[in-house]
Antibody
Framework: QVTLKESGPGILQPSQTLSLTCTFS??????????VGWIRQPSGKGLEWLAN???????YYNPSLKNRLTISKDTSNNQAFLKITNVDTADTATYYC????????????WGQGVMVTVSS | DIVMTQGALPNPVPSGESVSITCRSS???????????LNWYLQRPGQSPQLLIY???TRASGVSDRFSGSGSGTDFTLKISGVEAEDVGVYYC????????FGAGTKLELK
């Protein structure tokens, strides 16, 4: 059974760095074709893809946010991480992590999401 | 960047009616392997998105056969045959050819 769960700070101030953790089970990020992606959703709005990391440590970022994003993984502990630097109120959203599969390029399992608020 | 544009539905939709949700990409999603990298998701109210369709027309595991996907390289349709209460939510298309862009979503409301 594949499960993912996001964790984060809840609230942070503008200009700070947002650090998110995705803890998963039921698959391994050392397995060929497996990846984890981060997607966010401001309240009442649509989904925005942020970044993916793959089993071979390949990383892909949303070009519009690339300079602010860093994705990484800890394969031994079944975790993936996302850092967003210099946050502002526009980064307020629910952040999801999801498993992504290479051959279909689908986000086939999603976490429940974690709400992050940027406020002074 | 590939831009995904979704159409709207004439909400609210009567229960049992069939509906089609459209999605258009700014670039062909047909890859050299013969597959079209277009996926569909449903996000029910208060829930995380769930995968419905991948490779434009292949239903994900456990998805009702009331859902079907079709299209060309740039124009896509998700058809729901006989909408039910559990189908209410927002439907998103997503391309998997270059990065992973989502459409803005199409809301389905039931009468």
């Amino acid at each position: 059974q594949v499960t993912l769960k996001e964790s984060g700070p809840g609230i942070l101030q503008p200009s700070q760095t947002l650090s998110l953790t995705c803890t998963f089970s039921g698959f391994s990020l050392s397995t060929y074709g497996m990846g984890v992606g981060w997607i966010r959703q401001p309240s009442g709005k649509g989904l925005e893809w942020l970044a993916n990391i793959w089993w071979d440590d390949d990383k892909y970022y949303n070009p519009s946010l690339k300079n602010r994003l860093t994705i990484s993984k800890d394969t031994s502990n079944n975790q993936a991480f996302l850092k967003i630097t210099n946050v502002d109120t526009a980064d307020t959203a629910t952040y999801y992590c999801a498993r992504i599969e290479l051959t279909t390029q689908t986000f086939d399992y999603w976490g429940q999401g974690v709400m992050v608020t940027v406020s002074s | 960047d590939i831009v995904m544009t979704q159409g709207a539905l004439p909400n609210p939709v009567p229960s049992g009616e069939s509906v089609s949700i459209t999605c258009r990409s700014s670039k062909s999603l047909l890859y050299s392997d013969g597959k079209t990298y277009l996926n569909w998701y449903l996000q029910r109210p208060g829930q995380s998105p769930q995968l419905l369709i991948y490779w434009m027309s292949t239903r994900a595991s456990g998805v009702s056969d009331r859902f079907s996907g079709s299209g060309s390289g740039t124009d896509f349709t998700l058809k729901i045959s006989g909408v039910e209460a559990e189908d209410v939510g927002v439907y998103y298309c997503q391309q998997g050819l270059e990065f992973n862009t989502f459409g803005a979503g199409t809301k389905l409301e039931l009468k």
